[in-house]
């Protein structure tokens, strides 16, 4: 048998291509358009509106939990780093690098599209005792920003106003940030589940319909204007970095929950300046800690009226 120390190629396990639906055309927030409308978009020198970034997440939660198991969905964490949009009609498969004899390891994703151009790279672990993730290793890496001005009136370790009541049903709109239901993205999911429905979901292992990875996000910042940090505006901004990690999960349709979120890091580029946020979610009955998201949320300098 040859070693596997004869070759450094990586070897992965690779998901289908697939193409991701866009679901935010339609989305406001500060009075004005997002960048996943096309007009907006193109102002700002995108080809289109991309898609939102955390659709990503659901093309990889299969490849894991075959690796795995329903502890993934319980104690996992996906971390990403965005490097490219992706427009509606574009085809993205995922990757996940095969995993070493340490059942525990963290394990190196990416996914590109069909034409190999890179869509995002970063960590999958697991828990309880995580590995350092992608988001980890970057914010170890950042330097102060120099001076900040759409962000200014921002301080690391500011929170927000209170906690935040949030849940969410099959046919609940989820407001101007995301409008559509939880039933609407199950229509165009990249990977259904019958955990994730209504007429299947109390089949799952929890006995109760799962909230897709994906739709975590939607619940952590459909209303997050209501931690009211002071940002500037009106300006454009976009998901540059993300992190989601199951701490008791899944979280579950319907079940309420409380959000907690904290100002972790301030950052800047030559085109954006960053404020990363990361948001607990709390079990509304029971207060424990079930999961977690940290969010770079970063603000298009150019985007801000009389920046330059």
Request: contains cysteine; glycine residues 8%.
């Given at each position: 048998?040859?070693?596997?120390?004869?070759?450094?190629?990586?070897?992965?396990?690779?998901?289908?291509?697939?193409?991701?639906?866009?679901?935010l055309?339609?989305?406001?927030?500060?009075?004005?358009?997002?960048?996943?409308?096309?007009?907006?978009?193109?102002?700002?020198?995108?080809?289109?509106?991309?898609?939102?970034?955390?659709?990503?997440?659901s093309?990889?939660?299969p490849?894991?939990?075959?690796?795995?198991?329903?502890?993934?969905?319980?104690?996992?964490?996906?971390?990403?780093?965005?490097?490219?949009?992706?427009?509606?009609?574009?085809?993205v498969?995922?990757?996940?690098?095969?995993?070493?004899?340490?059942a525990?390891?963290?394990?190196?994703?990416?996914?590109?599209?069909?034409?190999?151009?890179?869509?995002?790279?970063?960590?999958?672990?697991?828990g309880p005792?995580?590995?350092?993730?992608?988001?980890?290793?970057?914010?170890?890496?950042?330097?102060?920003?120099?001076?900040l001005?759409?962000?200014?009136?921002?301080?690391?370790g500011?929170?927000?106003?209170?906690?935040?009541?949030?849940?969410?049903?099959?046919?609940?709109?989820?407001?101007?940030?995301?409008?559509?239901?939880l039933?609407?993205?199950?229509?165009?999911?990249?990977?259904?589940?019958p955990?994730?429905?209504?007429?299947e979901?109390?089949?799952?292992?929890w006995?109760r319909?799962?909230?897709?990875?994906?739709?975590?996000?939607?619940l952590?910042?459909?209303?997050?204007?209501?931690?009211?940090?002071?940002?500037?505006?009106?300006a454009?901004?976009?998901?540059?970095?993300?992190?989601?990690?199951m701490?008791?999960?899944?979280l579950?349709?319907?079940?309420?929950?409380?959000?907690?979120?904290?100002i972790?890091?301030?950052?800047?580029?030559?085109?954006?300046?960053?404020?990363?946020?990361?948001?607990?979610?709390?079990?509304?009955?029971?207060?424990?800690?079930?999961?977690?998201?940290?969010?770079?949320?970063?603000?298009?300098?150019?985007?801000y009226?009389?920046?330059?």
């Amino acid at each position: 048998m040859i070693p596997n120390s004869a070759f450094s190629t990586e070897l992965a396990t690779a998901g289908p291509l697939r193409e991701p639906k866009q679901m935010l055309a339609e989305q406001e927030y500060g009075g004005h358009l997002s960048i996943h409308d096309d007009e907006t978009a193109e102002k700002l020198g995108f080809v289109a509106g991309p898609i939102e970034g955390p659709t990503h997440f659901s093309q990889f939660v299969p490849l894991l939990v075959d690796r795995w198991g329903e502890r993934f969905l319980e104690q996992g964490c996906i971390s990403f780093h965005y490097q490219n949009a992706c427009t509606e009609g574009d085809r993205v498969r995922a990757f996940v690098a095969r995993p070493d004899a340490d059942a525990n390891a963290c394990l190196r994703l990416w996914a590109e599209k069909a034409d190999g151009t890179p869509v995002l790279t970063g960590t999958a672990t697991i828990g309880p005792e995580y590995a350092p993730s992608e988001l980890d290793e970057r914010l170890a890496r950042l330097r102060p920003p120099e001076r900040l001005l759409i962000l200014e009136d921002l301080r690391v370790g500011m929170s927000g106003q209170g906690l935040e009541e949030v849940s969410m049903g099959f046919d609940q709109h989820m407001g101007p940030l995301y409008p559509f239901t939880l039933n609407q993205k199950l229509q165009v999911i990249t990977e259904s589940s019958p955990w994730y429905t209504e007429a299947e979901g109390n089949g799952s292992p929890w006995k109760r319909p799962i909230i897709p990875w994906e739709m975590v996000s939607v619940l952590a910042e459909h209303a997050n204007q209501k931690a009211r940090f002071p940002v500037k505006g009106p300006a454009v901004g976009l998901f540059a970095d993300q992190e989601i990690k199951m701490h008791k999960g899944p979280l579950f349709v319907g079940h309420p929950y409380l959000l907690e979120r904290e100002i972790v890091a301030l950052s800047e580029s030559r085109r954006t300046e960053s404020y990363w946020v990361r948001t607990r979610i709390l079990d509304a009955k029971t207060q424990e800690s079930v999961a977690d998201m940290l969010l770079n949320h970063a603000t298009l300098k150019e985007s801000y009226a009389g920046y330059r």
